[in-house]
């Protein structure tokens, strides 16, 4: 589809994003400030929440904002421009957190519920302990518990819950973000959101299982 002709002299605070988009691609330097201005937050943010170090996500926001400079013309309109955005970062991320958890492996089927063939739980039925979670929700701790067991997520399903539960993207958003079927975001959030509950029970003295 033939993009539509863009007045260059009209004023940047006039223009459309897609117009904004289209002005980076033909090289113009302002129309590129404008963007980063419009979207440093968002990309901040969605890379501290990924990768729990504002310094490196300063370090994120910086490699995404020259990728965009210098891959403008691959953008090619198909998702919004927030969406190869989101893209763009959680793909800079995940290449941190692949590198980061050499070594540090965690094996969360540990945490997740074990059945037996007949559907009953292999080891005990889980115990309810939302009223345990309910009465320390108060509590600084709790907080960094969860933060020290979201990093423990493998790197995928540690970004579609971030993408989810944090930056409030839809199933389908965060597909096109990390390039998986809405099934497969399905799959991998309720699996981090199952490991989550595990790993807090263990904290608190009762079986994942």
Same mark, same amino acid.
């Not at 117009?19 to 113009?28: P, T």
């Not at 926001?61 to 919004?80: C, D, M, N, P, S």
């Given at each position: 589809?033939?993009q539509?002709?863009?007045?260059?002299?009209?004023? #940047?605070?006039?223009?459309?994003?897609?117009?904004?988009?289209?002005?980076?691609? +033909? /090289?113009?330097? $302002?129309?590129?400030?404008?963007?980063?201005?419009?979207?440093? +937050?968002?990309?901040?943010?969605?890379?501290?929440?990924?990768?729990?170090?504002?310094?490196?996500?300063? $370090?994120?926001?910086?490699?995404?904002?020259?990728?965009?400079?210098?891959?403008?013309q691959? *953008?090619?309109?198909?998702? +919004? *421009?927030?969406?190869?955005?989101?893209?763009?970062?959680?793909?800079?991320?995940? !290449?941190?957190?692949?590198?980061?958890?050499?070594?540090?492996?965690v094996?969360? $089927?540990?945490?997740?519920p074990? *059945?037996?063939?007949?559907?009953?739980?292999?080891?005990?039925?889980?115990?309810?302990?939302? !009223?345990?979670?309910?009465?320390?929700?108060?509590?600084?701790?709790?907080?960094?518990?969860?933060?020290?067991?979201?990093?423990?997520?493998?790197?995928?399903?540690?970004?579609?819950?971030?993408l989810s539960?944090?930056?409030? #993207?839809?199933?389908? $958003?965060?597909?096109?973000?990390?390039?998986?079927?809405? !099934?497969?975001?399905? +799959?991998r #959030?309720?699996?981090?959101?199952?490991?989550?509950? /595990?790993?807090?029970?263990?904290?608190?003295?009762? !079986?994942?299982?």
């Amino acid at each position: 589809m033939a993009q539509e002709e863009v007045d260059p002299s009209a004023p #940047l605070v006039a223009v459309t994003e897609q117009e904004l988009v289209q002005r980076v691609q +033909a /090289g113009d330097a $302002e129309a590129f400030d404008v963007l980063f201005r419009q979207y440093f +937050a968002k990309v901040f943010r969605q890379a501290t929440h990924l990768l729990g170090n504002p310094t490196e996500a300063e $370090e994120i926001v910086q490699e995404v904002f020259l990728a965009v400079y210098e891959k403008a013309q691959t *953008f090619r309109g198909e998702a +919004a *421009f927030a969406t190869w955005l989101y893209r763009l970062t959680a793909n800079a991320a995940l !290449s941190r957190l692949r590198r980061r958890r050499r070594g540090r492996e965690v094996a969360i $089927e540990d945490y997740l519920p074990q *059945f037996q063939p007949d559907g009953h739980h292999l080891v005990r039925p889980v115990i309810d302990w939302s !009223s345990d979670l309910e009465a320390r929700c108060a509590e600084a701790q709790l907080q960094q518990l969860l933060r020290q067991a979201v990093e423990q997520l493998p790197p995928v399903d540690k970004a579609v819950l971030v993408l989810s539960d944090f930056e409030e #993207l839809s199933n389908k $958003e965060i597909g096109a973000a990390l390039g998986l079927t809405v !099934s497969a975001v399905k +799959a991998r #959030l309720h699996r981090a959101r199952l490991f989550l509950r /595990g790993r807090l029970a263990v904290t608190f003295g009762h !079986s994942p299982t």
